[in-house]
Nanobody, 125 residues
Framework: QVQPVESGGGSVQAGGSLRLSCAVS????????MGWFRQAPGKEREAVAV???????WYADSVKGRFTISQDNAKNTLYLQMNSLKPEDTAMYYC???????????????????WGQGTQVTVSS
């Protein structure tokens, strides 16, 4: 099991940028798929971006071309660079990790066994 801890959230104006970080402690070799998810008030949690151990990446259509997921294995850290932020990106962002046979953006969230506490992102118009 691993324990993700998110940081980097905050408040920005529309068009701005933020970079979220997810520091992972524990047995990192117990995971081969990591991702960022978000949940806005009154909405279901949705996948934003995922990355596998080979650094293949997948994105939700709503963030393609604006968000970039990356990993720094030396630091055991997952990042989410968010550019051209929109008010509809406002949400609690979560980092999650799992050990799966196939990592993809449409993977059911139940396969991600380790979750962080979340970091709030607020985008004002």
């Amino acid at each position: 099991q691993v324990q993700p801890v998110e940081s980097g959230g905050g408040s920005v104006q529309a068009g701005g940028s933020l970079r979220l970080s997810c520091a992972v402690s524990g047995n990192i070799y117990s995971t081969n798929c990591m991702g960022w998810f978000r949940q806005a008030p009154g909405k279901e949690r949705e996948a934003v971006a995922v990355s596998d151990s080979r650094r293949s990446t997948w994105y939700a259509d709503s963030v393609k071309g604006r968000f970039t997921i990356s990993q720094d294995n030396a630091k055991n850290t997952l990042y989410l660079q968010m550019n051209s932020l929109k008010p509809e990106d406002t949400a609690m962002y979560y980092c999650a990790a799992g050990l799966v046979s196939y990592c993809t953006i449409s993977l059911p969230q139940g396969y991600f066994r380790s979750w962080g506490q979340g970091t709030q992102v607020t985008v004002s118009s």
